[in-house]
């Protein structure tokens, strides 16, 4: 089983900061790497996909990268509604996905 | 739109069985794989279970192999989640959702969610 290991756990920031989320995997999944954003309340919502490919809808300011084992969910200026709950997701071994256990992040 | 809604969740005694339903709508249901999704209360995500499109492929978690079936009605574009031998480690928010070939097989869109609480 791939392990998806996020840290921070809790990141606290501003609003206008820069925010870099860390997704690491015990064994490389190559690019098949997404990233969700949740609220309190509700469902998630996908924002990168296979790495680095932006779902539709999402803004510009989020931003992912990376391959192999580590990856980087980048917002390049935060706005209010972005502090959240996010979750780094697999399909390597698919049709086994696997999550990471979430980075919560907070204002400051 | 795409428009996912999930039913069927409640209070359900160890042991018991529940069946969610998840009414899709807003797209050709017959051409997506579909995945059902639960989170425990205050934690993160669990993958529980996946079907392809023509109901060919099906695949489960450890966790719930050989409790849980899932199946899909193309023409009603319903998904379904039977669930026995429940177990209080079931209790969660049941999410489905749906994959895309084009967002690589990642879940694009995710219905609101049906709590299921498994108490006695």
């Known amino acids: 089983e791939i392990v998806l290991t996020q840290s921070p756990a809790t990141l606290s920031l501003s609003p206008g900061e820069r925010a870099t989320l860390s997704c690491r995997a015990s064994q490389s999944v190559s690019s098949y790497l997404a990233w969700y954003q949740q609220k309190p309340g509700q469902a998630p919502r996908l924002l990168i996909y296979d790495a680095s490919n932006r779902a539709t809808g999402i803004p510009a300011r989020f931003s992912g990268s990376g391959s192999g084992t580590d990856f980087t969910l980048t917002i390049s200026s935060l706005e209010p509604e972005d502090f959240a709950v996010y979750y780094c997701q697999q399909r390597s071994n698919w049709p086994a996905y696997t999550f990471g256990q979430g980075t919560k992040l907070e204002i400051k | 739109e795409v428009q996912l809604v999930e039913s069927g969740g409640g209070l359900v005694k160890p042991g018991g069985s529940l069946r969610l339903s998840c009414a899709a709508s807003?797209?050709?249901?017959?051409?997506?794989?579909m995945n059902w999704v639960r989170q425990a209360p205050g934690k993160g995500l669990e993958w529980v279970s996946s079907i392809s499109s023509s109901s060919s492929y099906i695949y489960y978690a450890d966790s719930v192999k050989g409790r849980f079936t899932i199946s899909r009605d193309n023409a009603k574009n319903s998904l379904y989640l039977q669930m026995n031998s429940l177990r209080a480690e079931d209790t969660a928010v049941y999410y489905c959702?749906?994959?895309?070939?084009?967002?690589?097989?990642?879940?694009?869109?995710w219905g609101q969610g049906t709590l299921v609480t498994v108490s006695s």
């Open positions: 959702a749906r994959s895309d070939i084009l967002t690589g097989y990642h879940f694009d869109y």
């Open positions: 807003g797209f050709t249901f017959s051409s997506y794989s």
